[in-house]
Structures are given as structure tokens and as C-alpha cells.
């Protein structure tokens, strides 16, 4: 008796952040389709009914998933330079998605909470500061979002180590391929050439890309409109 109420008081009481964040954690370690409302109970240690107090139903649960990932993100002021608080939040971006690589593929959610409504108003708020018209605002963040989140899912399903090189899986595939260099010569010589090359990194590309789309935003920029704010 004396045992039980002792793990009875030692238990952490469950709250609805702690439900989502423990969520969270299940779904970075085993990935978001074997998340269920019964086994996020039985990790909670309470009866999957108790689990109803705090989340309505599992749609509920996922909007506060990708709400609390939309904290994580490098939010951007009004007053930033537009520039470099783009190249933050999309590195950042990049990163949080690393660690929860279920968010990448999950549906647009039609209930979006909080964070996730602050963190795309302050981005719309520095882009129109800096004297972006809406419509290249709008254009802006789409050409931003897409690239950083197809990048994030390149990453997550390429055979890369911790650094983010390819080369021992590209080696195995040439290994298994042996007639690659006569049928496949342009990949061959990428190979050889660059992707097995000391130094090389596939996650460096990153940056490249991300600059050559600052790039032209800048351009956009100078042939806009808008004044921006004082």
C-alpha cells in the first residue's frame, strides 16, 4: 500500500502539452503512422478514456503536435533584416524538421493553433516591413517553404550519416553496379568526380540553393512597389 501511494504521488500529472510533447517523442522514435491514442495512453500510463479529458480525438492531437513544431521554428521580427531572418528561419526550419521528420509529410492542418498562426503572420510582417508587396510576399514564402521542406524530406530519406555524406551508400550502389560506368556515365563521373570527393557533403547544397533563392528574391525586391515601413 505504503509502495503504491508512493508511485501514486511520484507520478507526473498529465496535462495536454505534456500528452502532446510525449507524442511527439513516440513519433520521432518510431514515425507518425504507429501513433495511436491508446498507445500514447498506455506511454502516459493512464486509460486511453483518461486520454479524452485532454484531447478531443487524435486530429486534436496532431494539430498540437505540428503547432508545437511551428514553436520551434526561428520566428522572425518586423524590424529584422529581411534577409538574413529568411536564411535563419529556413536553417532553423531545416533543423527542427530533422528531428521530427514526421512533420514533413503531414497534411496542412485545418485547425492550425497558435504558434503556427503567430510564426506565419511575423514572417508575413518582416517580408512586408522590408517593403515586399503582398503578392510577392505570398510568392516569397512559397518558393522559401517549398525548397527548404523538399530538402528536409530529401534528407530524411537519403542513406545519409551524421555529417550528412553520401558516399558510403553511393559507393555500395556502384559496387553492385558494375557495368554503371558504361550505362550510366553521367552519374558515373558525379560519382567519381564529386559525390565521393574528401570534404563533400550532400546537406552543404543547402546553403547554395538557399542563396541563389535570396538572390532573386532581392532582385523581385528592388522591381517591387512598396515602400518599406519606417
Known sequence: MVMSMAKLEDRTPVTRERAIRVAMALADAA?????????????LDITAMSLYYHLKDKEDLLDGMLDIVHSEFETPSAGDEWRAAMRKRAGSTRSVLALHPWAISMKARTSPGPATLGHLDSVIGCLTAAGFSMAMTGHAMSILDSYVLG????EASLPLD??????DATEAIMAQQEAMADS??????MAVSLILQPGYAFGNEFDFGLELILDGLEVALLSDSVPPSQ
Open 151 to 154: 530538402f528536409a524530406q530529401q
Open 31 to 43: 514515425g507518425i503512422e504507429l501513433l495511436s491514442m491508446r498507445k500514447l495512453a498506455a506511454a
Open 162 to 167: 551524421p555529417s550528412g555524406d553520401i558516399g
Open 184 to 189: 550510366f556515365k553521367n552519374l558515373a563521373a
